[in-house]
């Protein structure tokens, strides 16, 4: 597991800011070659990510599709993945997580079984297995200490896809374990941002906190601006009706309807509060996060071979 550590934040004392940026400064822009696939049943983007000379890559915040009516799960949205990366002949090292999704179960373990590379998540995802295994009645068998995925991450963490560095930046208040990868000269920032028409996630769910997701924002948006910034969502609104999911910290910083530039802390938690409270449970909350919180898998089968989803009542 990756060692645990603590750097300042905020201004010129956050040194893993400090370092995504000088890290972006230093790449050019095409480092990276970035393939999106966009899940239209869970509104969902994925990413292959991937080192074009030494062409290797990663896959981040991949889809199980899952019918939720049958309870069948199928691999129709990672089979388009699968596809890309050996038509390609991308060398997958690393399945990224961005956080527990509340939105879709993850496909990591079938992708880890048929292209390979290391499931990875924030280290606070122990926050999220303690709270939901407790919701889940997961058991004394369930573990609570991340050691379901192969890495967890620290802020600040470094590593490589091939000849791209990569730095982690723990971004909470959607969720305590969000993350974003800085991938070369690009920020892939998972559910803590939408686009600008958009703004930001909820943040409502256990272990959620409007403030804390405020600063997370506006940690991303001190990136250089020309930085390009890929969401995990897209929702549409009234006025666009063509799915995007690339924008850049410059655009973020001038028209994020929740974040931009002379927003307050305090008004755009009031703001975030008052969105949240009108806003309907994920249809798929409650199979993804059992499944997310265990890395994708699925819980054990019991003793008659078959697997089962908990729905816990009256306490969500």
């Known amino acids: 597991m990756s060692a645990s550590h603590h750097p300042e934040t905020g ?3 956050d040194a893993a800011l400090a370092s995504a940026s000088a890290q972006i400064a230093a790449t050019s822009r095409g480092a990276a070659a970035v393939r999106a696939f966009f899940d239209p049943a869970t509104s969902t983007i994925s990413y292959v990510v991937h080192d074009p000379v030494t062409m290797r890559g990663a896959v981040i915040d991949s889809v199980l599709d899952y019918d939720a009516a049958a309870g069948r799960t199928s691999t129709g949205s990672a089979q388009a993945i699968l596809d890309h990366v050996r038509g390609e002949g991308i060398a997958i090292d690393w399945l990224l997580e961005t956080h527990a999704h509340a939105d879709h179960l993850s496909a990591a373990p079938w992708l880890r079984e048929t292209v390979g590379g290391q499931i990875a998540i924030g280290e606070h995802i122990r926050e999220v297995q303690a709270v939901f295994g407790e919701i889940f009645n997961a058991g004394a068998d369930f573990r609570r200490d991340g050691s379901d995925f192969d890495r967890l991450w620290s802020d600040g963490d470094r590593f490589a ?3 791209l560095p990569v730095t982690v930046l723990h971004v909470p ?4 374990a969000c993350v974003a990868y800085v991938i070369g000269g690009a920020v892939f920032v998972g559910d803590t941002m939408f686009m600008p028409d958009y703004g930001s996630a909820r943040a409502d769910f256990p272990g959620g906190d409007a403030g804390t997701l405020f600063r997370s924002l506006r940690r991303i948006l001190q990136l250089p601006g020309e930085t390009p910034l890929f969401m995990c969502h897209d929702y549409l609104t009234e006025e666009r009706q063509d799915h995007a999911w690339e924008t850049t910290v410059a655009a973020q910083r001038t028209a994020n309807i929740h974040a931009r530039d002379g927003i307050s802390e305090e008004e755009f938690v009031t703001r975030r509060r008052a969105r949240d409270a009108g806003l309907a449970m994920p249809r798929l909350l409650l199979p993804s ?3 997310n919180m265990r890395a994708g ?3 054990p089968a019991e ?3 078959t697997v089962y989803l908990k729905i816990p009542v009256d306490r969500l």
Request: charged share 10%.
């Open 173 to 176: 208040g959607h969720t305590p």
């Open 161 to 163: 896809i091939g000849a």
């Open 303 to 305: 003793p008659n071979g």
């Open 289 to 291: 996060v059992q499944v």
């Open 297 to 299: 898998r699925l819980p």
């Open 11 to 13: 201004g010129s004392r």
